[in-house]
């Protein structure tokens, strides 16, 4: 089942910049279950950069579609990684976890 929501530019960016930082680590020393998700992650996070680059232009929100398990483990990743960000990005990132729970539920 594939799930299309709407996200901007300016929204997407900042959802590449934390998949960025989190799959530049070296994975081979943590569990099996954290090399899975590893895996899925650089799944999503193909689709999503390659989405930025050929929309890098748009100025309205454009159309994403994943499958739902790819926007279920981008969702719980922000989710669980927005403890970290500064105020603007925590922001942004809050805005698209809400338009992902909408697409979800």
């Known amino acids: 089942m594939k ?3 709407e996200i901007s530019i300016y929204q997407l960016a900042f959802v590449n910049e934390m998949l ?3 799959l530049n680590g070296n ?5 099996k279950a954290v090399k899975a998700s590893y ?3 650089m799944e999503v996070a193909e689709k999503v950069l390659k989405k930025g680059i050929d929309n890098r232009l748009a100025l309205k929100p454009f159309k994403m579609t994943l499958k739902y398990y790819q926007v279920y483990y981008l969702h719980q990743f922000l989710l ?3 403890d970290n960000e500064q105020t603007e ?3 942004v990132i809050r805005e698209v ?3 992902l729970n909408q697409k979800l539920t």
Request: hydrophobic residues 45%; charged residues 15%; contains cysteine.
């Open 3 to 5: 799930i299309q929501f």
């Open 97 to 99: 976890l809400a338009t």
């Open 27 to 31: 994975v081979n020393s943590h569990p």
């Open 20 to 22: 960025a930082d989190f």
């Open 39 to 41: 895996c899925l992650l």
């Open 80 to 82: 669980t990684h927005i």
């Open 89 to 91: 990005k925590r922001r």
